[in-house]
């Protein structure tokens, strides 16, 4: 229906102009009402869809900013595209860009949240999680990828310093247990005294690494080490006592088996005693109370003991052929140990000086000692070399009889050397007594004396040969002379009868003319006669040296016909030291 029908119904019902015009007035103005308020109506919803997609794009812009990330681009053709069109285009970037920001807060929450743990813990304050999770959604700004890597770095070093902390902790701790286990202290009321939580640590009570933690953990351990540093000073004086009187004492390997462990220590560095309670309080009583009653027994038995050390002193002396210190001959021992004029132990200690004496003396000795054994050694083989010349089946094929004759070669060569070997002994024996100015004795004898006489002895043998060797040229040509005037050999049985006197004419000579020592008799400065024979290694001729110590000015008895000459000859070498026991006043 438009205006033309109406004005035709109008004019049928018959309707003036007036209010034909009025009512047309009345119905533009009612249209124009309605039209105002469409306009105003689609007005509002336009400015709220461009508000709205304001908000919306100033979202994004902020949300792509906070993330720090090149987002979707956000583009639309605003003449050719409605409001409408895109807000629904923005929307779901919007909402995806929403749950991203979320993510990532909670992303950075989690690693600030460990953060702050961490620092807590290092700084042994408490940390609560409340506080944590709620900074971190207020600090919503930047949630950039960056500054997840900064925060995931940061953790990573606090988690790495950690890492470090625990470690030390823990090898502290165990430090400590093992100076409490060698002192014999209880570790766990010791590392509870540092902090409650490194014995016994769990999930709701975890293991303390913070500086203070580590600060009781290190001055408990200078503690315990200057206490075991002491401990062991005092065990180990303990133990060297201990080990003097069991020396002492000559105790039994039973009796030191209790002690065999502490013993150990005497001889060990600090950082090698590790035994568990080795140097706990018990232990060091219980060797100082040993020591205590060693002590007591030894006082009792102190005279044995300084007697066998004298015994030692002897023995060391007489395998070195030395004489010992007679002011601690055992006679003299008892008595002032009796008179009780003499402390043992001072005793004991004189005894010991003079032990460590005799072993440094053996030692300078040991040279010309192992010289005068290999003399010696080569007098035997001299000895047996006469021997096997007067045994008379020595060509024969027995048995062994190829061994004796590469011995008697051998023999032979030693032999020879004997000379040499006395000269070269008598020198090495000047040289020491130069050095040491004081004679070089050999059980109570001067061995220069002794060595002089064995040269004199074998001037003397050689001399007796040469005699033998000219009555046998002599007894050759008074044979020849019979032969010539009497034209006949003499009858066999006179031959050997004057060979027989003629190599028997030296009551101490060989049938070869050599002659070996033999012994003889000291006619003064003895209460009783006694021999002088060379000493045997193989025991035939026992204590020579020994019964030289007595010789005395008595001529020698090498023979009958040369008693004058030899003693004359002997006394010009033997007599020319003044210290020779065969010196002539």
């Avoid at 807000?87 to 990532?104: F, G, I, N, S, W």
């Avoid at 000379?419 to 040289?431: G, Q, Y």
């Amino acid at each position: 229906m438009d205006l033309d029908d109406m004005k035709q119904i109008w004019t049928e019902i018959g309707e003036r102009e007036q209010d034909k015009d009025r009512m047309f007035l009345e119905l533009e103005t009612e249209c124009m009402r309605v039209y105002r308020r469409k306009v105003d109506s689609a007005n509002a919803e336009r400015a709220q869809l461009r508000q709205s997609l304001m908000a919306k794009e100033a979202e994004l812009k902020a949300l792509v900013a906070s993330i720090g990330e090149n987002g979707p681009r956000f583009t639309v053709d605003e003449k050719h595209t409605s409001l409408k069109d895109q807000l629904a285009a923005v929307t779901p970037l919007l909402e995806d860009l929403r749950a991203k920001k979320q993510d990532r807060i909670k992303q950075i929450s989690n690693v600030q949240s460990q953060i702050e743990k961490i620092k807590a813990q290092i700084s042994d304050h408490n940390y609560q999680d409340s506080d944590g999770s709620v900074k971190q959604l207020n600090d919503d700004h930047d949630l950039s990828t960056r500054r997840i890597s900064d925060l995931q770095m940061q953790l990573r070093n606090l988690q790495k310093e950690k890492s470090d902390r625990l470690q030390k902790v823990f090898i502290y701790v165990d430090e400590v247990h093992c100076l409490c286990a060698v002192l014999g202290m209880d570790f766990a009321k010791t590392v509870k005294e540092v902090h409650p939580s490194l014995h016994g640590a769990n999930s709701e009570n975890s293991t303390n690494i913070s500086d203070k933690t580590l600060e009781g953990l290190t001055q408990t351990i200078l503690k315990l080490k200057a206490e075991k540093k002491t401990r062991v000073l005092k065990l180990q004086e303990t133990v060297e006592k201990l080990h003097k009187l069991w020396n002492l004492m000559e105790s039994t390997e039973q009796e030191r088996i209790h002690f065999s462990e502490v013993a150990a220590v005497l001889g060990s560095t600090e950082e090698e005693i590790n035994s568990p309670g080795i140097l706990s309080l018990e232990t060091i009583q219980e060797t100082e109370e040993e020591v205590e009653r060693l002590t007591i027994q030894k006082a009792s038995r102190m005279k044995e003991l300084v007697l066998k050390k004298r015994l030692e002193l002897e023995v060391i002396c007489r395998n070195a052929h030395m004489e010992p210190d007679m002011s601690t001959a055992p006679e003299k021992i008892i008595a002032l140990i009796d008179s009780g004029l003499v402390d043992p132990c001072e005793l004991l200690s004189s005894v010991e000086v003079q032990i460590t004496k005799a072993n440094e003396e053996s030692l300078t000795r040991k040279d010309i000692m192992e010289r005068v054994d290999k003399w010696l050694s080569a007098c035997d083989e001299e000895t047996w070399l006469e021997e096997y010349n007067q045994d008379d089946n020595r060509y024969s094929a027995g048995r062994g009889a190829h061994l004796n004759l590469k011995r008697a070669e051998k023999a032979r060569i030693t032999v020879q050397k004997i000379p040499t070997m006395i000269d070269n002994l008598i020198a090495k024996t000047f040289a020491w007594e130069d050095e040491r100015n004081v004679p070089f004795l050999y059980d109570g004898v001067r061995l220069v004396a002794i060595l002089e006489e064995q040269k004199l002895r074998r001037a003397q043998r050689e001399e007796d040969r040469r005699r033998c060797r000219d009555q046998k040229k002599l007894h050759s040509l008074l044979l020849k002379e019979k032969e010539l005037i009497f034209g006949s050999k003499p009858s066999p049985k006179k031959t050997s009868s004057f060979n027989r006197r003629t190599s028997n004419h030296h009551p101490n000579a060989n049938g070869t003319g050599f002659m070996t020592p033999v012994p003889r008799r000291v006619s003064a400065g003895s209460a009783t006669p006694e021999l002088l024979t060379p000493r045997s290694y193989s025991g035939r001729y026992n204590n020579y040296f020994k019964e030289n110590r007595r010789l005395t000015t008595a001529p020698l008895n090498f023979s009958v016909g040369s008693k004058e000459d030899s003693m004359s000859s002997f006394a010009s070498i033997s007599g020319s030291e003044p210290d020779s026991p065969l010196f002539l006043h």
